[in-house]
Nanobody, 125 residues
């Protein structure tokens, strides 16, 4: 049973930074895909960034966060991070860590079967 536990959310002013962490446990195969999604009130959950954890380390980002957010991994700690810089009020959302088995890695929400409980990020203007 894969479990994902997020931490690091909070409130920040526009232009500020936050770092989210996601600790994964229970993966049978070290080669899998991990990602961050977000959902604002009244909107659908959208992909933010993904990384081919445990192999390669390829990353993919939503256009809205390119150049501002960075996804990374620490395989020794089974942890994936999302460094968020130059935050904007429109980044306000519940952020979810997500995981899937297998090598394919994209921002498509329907491909992910494992989800964390979410951590709130609020950016004020």
């Amino acid at each position: 049973q894969v479990q994902l536990v997020e931490s690091g959310g909070g409130s920040v002013q526009a232009g500020g930074s936050l770092r989210l962490s996601c600790v994964a446990s229970g993966y049978a195969d070290s080669r899998h895909c991990m990602g961050w999604f977000r959902q604002a009130p009244g909107k659908e959950r959208e992909g933010v960034a993904v990384i081919s954890a445990g192999w390669g380390g390829s990353t993919y980002y939503a256009d809205s966060v390119k150049g501002r957010f960075t996804i990374s991994q620490d395989n020794t700690k089974n942890t994936v991070y999302l460094q968020m810089n130059s935050l904007k009020p429109e980044d306000t959302a519940m952020y979810y860590c997500a995981g899937k088995d297998g090598r394919s890695c994209s921002l498509r929400r329907e491909n992910f079967g494992y989800w964390g409980q979410g951590t709130q990020v609020t950016v004020s203007s």
